[in-house]
């Protein structure tokens, strides 16, 4: 990346809005970062997503102090998920390596779509059960 102060400036404030949306909704990496590097910075779709684990780690480590803070983090399940992660990791990015640039631009963009339609798609059947229950103030004997 080229050391202009704008780009310095640029990929600083790149990185308070990552880590403002890392913290409220717990992503980064992969949605936030690395089309952040891709279309912002010109990087190459590899050159990204490894980048994009490089920065997250300062972004996870406080996301989790703090959070932990309030009680929110199962370390257990967190050292769970995150040991098979990185033995996972080891092979992804071994697959990752070796694919085509575009190829592997097309598979992240799948992989983006599906769990943003899985998103939509389960918040939305979770907004209709709420509306089918009934809650307090629909209780008939209140009246």
């Known amino acids: 990346m080229d050391a202009s102060p704008e780009l310095i400036a640029l990929a600083a404030l790149a990185g308070v809005a990552a880590g403002l949306l890392a913290g409220l909704f717990g992503v980064g990496g992969g949605i936030v970062f690395v089309p952040t590097f891709v279309f912002l910075f010109a990087f190459d779709q590899l050159d990204a997503q490894a980048t994009?684990?490089?920065?997250?780690i300062p972004v996870a480590l406080i996301g989790?102090?703090?959070?932990?803070?309030?009680?929110?983090?199962?370390?257990?399940?967190?050292?769970?998920?995150?040991?098979?992660?990185?033995?996972?990791?080891?092979?992804?990015?071994?697959?990752?390596?070796?694919?085509?640039?575009?190829?592997?631009?097309?598979?992240?963009?799948?992989?983006?779509?599906?769990?943003?339609?899985?998103?939509?798609?389960?918040?939305?059947?979770?907004?209709?059960?709420a509306r089918a229950t009934p809650g307090p103030a629909d209780d008939p004997r209140r009246t």
């Open 64 to 129: 989790a102090w703090r959070q932990s803070g309030e009680g929110q983090v199962d370390w257990r399940a967190a050292a769970l998920m995150g040991g098979g992660a990185a033995i996972g990791v080891l092979f992804g990015a071994e697959v990752a390596i070796r694919l085509d640039d575009e190829v592997l631009a097309r598979a992240f963009g799948v992989v983006l779509l599906l769990v943003g339609g899985e998103m939509l798609v389960r918040s939305a059947r979770r907004l209709r059960t």
């Open 52 to 56: 994009s684990l490089a920065a997250i």
